[in-house]
Structure formats: C-alpha cells, structure tokens
C-alpha cells in the first residue's frame, strides 16, 4: 500500500504546527503540576491568603465575562451582582440541604447563576451597546439590593453577612489556607478547559460571529437570539461559581457589599486590560489587577522609608495605577495578551526587523 504525495507533503507542513502543540502541551503540564505540588509546600499563608487565591478567583471572574463580552460582543457592568447570585445561591445549598457534597453545591450555585443571567440576558434579544450596559447596571443593583433586603438569603444573621460552611472533600479538611488554594485552582483549571474547548466549537464560532456582525450572523442562520441568552447563562454560570470561590475560599465571609459596583468595573477592567476574546488574556488581567497594588504599597514603603503618611501612599499608589492603566490601553488596546505576542514574535525573529 503506497502513500500518495499530497497526503505525505500535508503531512510534511502539518508536522511544525504537530511539533508546537505538543511542546505547548508539555510546557502547560509542567506549569500545573508546578502549581499543585510547589505553592501548597513553599507558599507561605501570606501567599496563599491574600495573593494566589483572589488572583485564580479573578481571573475566573474575567474569564466569565470575557465569554460575554470579548467573545460575544455584550457589554456588561453587572459581573459582581451574577458572582452575589453564585456565593449566596452556593451558601444555601450547602445549609439546606443536609450531607450535600461540595462540588455539587457550587455545581448548583453556577446553576442557579446561570439561570438568573439567561433571565436579565432576554433584552439583549432588543437592544445592544449602552442600552444592554445600562440594563445589567441596572441587575447589578438590583441582585445587590435583594441580597441585603432580605434576611432569608443570608440566614437571618444579625450582621448580614454569609460565613463559609466547612469546606470539606472526600474526608479532606478544606479550610487551611492551602486546602482552600487547591479548590479555587483545581476549579479554575476545570473551567478553563472547558472554557478553551467552547470557544473552539460550533457554540463558541456562533458566539464569534454574533459579535463581529449580529445581522450577518443571523443572514447567515444563526439564531442570534438565543444565542446571546446563552452568553449570558454561561457567563453567569462562570461568575456564579467564582462568587462561590471569593466569599468561601477568600474571604471567609461575605455580604451582599463584598459584590458591589466596584467589583463588577475590577472584573471589566481585567478583561480589558488583558484582553478581550482571549483565554490567556484574563490571567495576565487579573495578575495586573490583583498583584500591581502590593508591589506598588510595598515599593512606596521602602522608597518612603515609612517617612510618608499610610493615606498619601495609597492615593499615589492609585494615581500611577490608573497612569499605568490608561498607558497600556493607549499602546496597544487589544490587551497585555497582545504586547506579549508582539514580543514573542520580536524575539523569534531577531536580529531581524518585526
């Protein structure tokens, strides 16, 4: 049996993109199992606590949003109130209903998320651009003023605020700092992937076109409709569960304010910042959101030698902050994802000209 020779030369100019995808696969699994088996070991609860798990919880945030609006094209401001609808939905399930597994409560808190963002997802069926943004401000201030209204959702307790039932997996104690790290990345990843492999399908290709022209889309058969409201259920379905994450395995505690306005700009911001229609792009977002403002406290401390006032640092802090945001959506607005790939692409080719 003979091979023929186009098949033999496709195989020949497949073979370097083969060779790539393998070495992409191997470096991926080096990453994670480095980031299973070092951080629990060497991390110290400084570490854990107050960088690596909000950094994974928010850069599930803004892979959620990122499904919506960088993928799908619908702008949204009301991240943080589908996140509340996740954390309190998660916290009810687990003190309602006796002997619940853990998975499967924050599996029902993205449900229920899901559910309530398919609901506020049906006028995009009318409207797009300012006026959708302007209708999920609007949930976002509703879904906030229903969690602290109502005393049910949080279990009638005085101070209004949900605390983390224990945390436990197969016998396995949770709630240390490195328990806690090890459920918010083993969700992550999981998402991630699932996330990598929507947006590669027919849902996410569909998702793709609605948001580079909606009346082509629908020329062409889409059902545009219905595939916005599933945007919207997904997305919040993301939100929902990292909600779960940031009020159970970072905060301890939280209330209807830990999911406020600023949190919904936080999340919009890691997704421009990183850049939108990008998977790798809300890490690099979340990591400038979540880790710039420590080293820019600690460096003022040690340049100030503690010589200048806890306030003034913190609104300097803030200013070159937003200097450094509004640098890097002037030089290049697709994202930090892109100035990556640009670099990527100089170093491939020098000494020669990009």
């Not at 854990?48 to 949003?65: C, E, K, Q, T, W």
Request: aromatic letters at 12%.
């Amino acid at each position: 049996m003979t091979t023929s020779i186009p098949s033999i030369a496709a195989a020949y100019d497949e073979a370097p993109v083969t060779l790539l995808r393998r070495r992409r696969l191997l470096l991926l699994g080096g990453l994670l199992a480095l980031a299973f088996a070092l951080p629990p070991l060497l991390g110290s609860d400084y570490w854990l606590n107050a960088i690596l798990i909000p950094f994974l919880v928010l850069s599930l945030a803004g892979l959620g949003l990122n499904l919506l609006t960088g993928y799908t094209g619908q702008t949204s401001v009301g991240a943080a109130g589908f996140m509340a609808v996740g954390a309190f939905a998660t916290y009810g399930l687990l003190l309602r209903v006796p002997g619940l597994p853990l998975p499967l409560a924050l599996l029902g808190g993205g449900l229920i998320a899901a559910a309530v963002g398919w609901l506020f997802g049906i006028p995009s069926a009318r409207i797009k651009g300012f006026y959708l943004m302007v209708t999920t401000l609007a949930a976002q201030f509703f879904l906030e003023w229903v969690f602290a209204k109502f005393p049910w959702f949080y279990n009638h307790a005085s101070s209004g605020t949900i605390s983390a039932p224990r945390l436990e997996l197969f016998g396995y104690n949770l709630a240390t700092p490195a328990g806690r790290y090890l459920l918010a990345l083993s969700c992550v990843v999981l998402l991630t992937w699932v996330a990598h492999n929507l947006v590669r399908s027919q849902i996410g290709r569909n998702w793709m076109a609605i948001r580079d022209m909606d009346t082509a889309a629908a020329v062409i058969g889409i059902p545009v409709e219905r595939y916005k409201r599933q945007a919207f259920a997904v997305s919040s379905f993301y939100l929902g569960i990292a909600g779960a994450l940031w009020a159970f395995a970072y905060l301890g505690t939280a209330s209807a304010g830990s999911f406020d306005i600023n949190r919904s700009f936080q999340i919009l911001f890691i997704i421009i910042i990183g850049g939108m229609g990008s998977i790798a792009g809300n890490f690099l977002g979340a990591a400038f959101i979540s880790l710039l403002p420590i080293f820019l406290n600690h460096a003022g401390q040690w340049l100030s030698g503690g010589h200048v006032d806890t306030g003034q640092l913190q609104n300097l802090q803030k200013v070159i902050f937003g200097a450094l945001i509004i640098w890097f959506l002037v030089k290049e607005p697709e994202g930090l994802i892109r100035l990556l790939r640009n670099l990527a692409e100089r170093l491939r080719r020098w000494p020669l000209r990009f």
